[in-house]
């Protein structure tokens, strides 16, 4: 083909350098998967379904506002960051897992530098939220928690979309703007961590799922 | 018509062009994932490549993998400053 039509051209280079600079080897379905999981996670906290091991009945809202006895209260505290820590895992294992299969389908390795940079992106902004969140603790500041997470998270989706799909900076602000509405209502924290974790990401996934995945 | 004089003859087709694009904004690319990003057939593409190394535009790492050989590619200097140079001349016809 000659090379007359310097517009197409450019917009030809253009498309290739983001394509091939961008990481684009997360799976939709996985996504969903993730969602999921955060909704069933949060909603054993907040509903107090299945927890007959021991006597307690402690709801999320007595626990924010500190209204019960110490011990009774650090128990379900525990049994929350467990539940937390559990869902971060467990979706942190999917991703890579299926982000992996998805990148030896295509040929492509995917510790490239695309994926390291998404990685950072992501991680600074999380890690720092992680840490506030454990002091937040140990102030036994516990209804700002939830809120805490949704900020960071969305942060670190901001800052990681410019290296990943641009649809994350969306999914980003949306994070935010939930978590400062959750700071403002913070009896309700777990319900828009519900909403921001599981609904979001069930949405998100579909997105990608069916823009990206199905082509 | 000044935009004429900085186009390059060796980016005169759409595949070199597109693979330039690639290598420009990244480290070491391998073969299959380049074929990929493009959309092309094996033969296609390697006589490009060859063409592009032959000039010195391009260079090639061959390694292993364990038992998998990989091979990978990445811009050189003279390939980025003529794809730079390439790159204004087509905005700068546009401009006209």
Redesign the interface.
């Known amino acids: 083909?000659?090379?007359n039509q310097?517009?197409s051209?450019?917009s030809?280079?253009?498309d290739?350098?983001e394509?091939?600079?961008k990481f684009s080897n997360l799976s939709g379905i996985a996504i969903i998967f993730t969602g999921l999981l955060a909704m069933i996670g949060a909603s054993f906290v907040y509903f107090d379904i299945g927890f007959s091991v021991s006597k307690l009945n402690i709801s999320y809202a007595q626990l924010i506002n500190q209204n019960g006895k110490p011990e009774d209260l650090y128990i379900k505290l525990k049994l929350l960051v467990l539940i937390a820590s559990l869902i971060l895992i467990s979706s942190l294992a999917i991703m890579y897992i299926t982000a992996r299969k998805k990148s030896v389908k295509?040929?492509?390795?995917l510790f490239?530098?695309?994926f390291s940079r998404t990685l950072k992106s992501l991680f600074i902004p999380l890690f720092a939220g992680g840490i506030f969140c454990l002091l937040l603790l140990n102030h036994h500041m516990y209804g700002l928690v939830a809120p805490a997470t949704l900020i960071f998270y969305g942060l670190g989706l901001v800052s990681s979309s410019k290296f990943s799909y641009y649809e994350l900076e969306f999914l980003g602000y949306f994070e935010l703007l939930l978590g400062f509405i959750a700071s403002f209502y913070i009896g309700s924290g777990l319900l828009f961590w519900i909403i921001g974790f599981g609904v979001c990401h069930i949405v998100f996934g579909l997105l990608i799922h069916f823009k990206y995945d199905k082509k | 018509m000044e935009g004429y004089g900085l186009l390059n003859k060796s980016f005169d087709s759409r595949v070199r062009l597109g693979l330039m694009s690639i290598l420009y904004v990244n480290e070491w690319v391998s073969y299959k994932e380049i074929k990929n990003l493009l959309e092309l057939t094996d033969g296609n593409l390697a006589s490009h490549i060859h063409a592009l190394e032959k000039i010195n535009f391009i260079e090639i790492k061959k390694q292993f993998i364990g038992k998998k050989p990989l091979t990978t590619y990445r811009v050189t200097n003279i390939g980025k400053k003529a794809f730079k140079e390439h790159i204004l001349g087509l905005e700068k016809l546009i401009k006209i």
């Open positions: 083909m000659k090379n310097p517009e051209d450019l030809l280079i253009k290739l350098m394509k091939s600079s295509e040929g492509i390795q490239n530098s695309s």
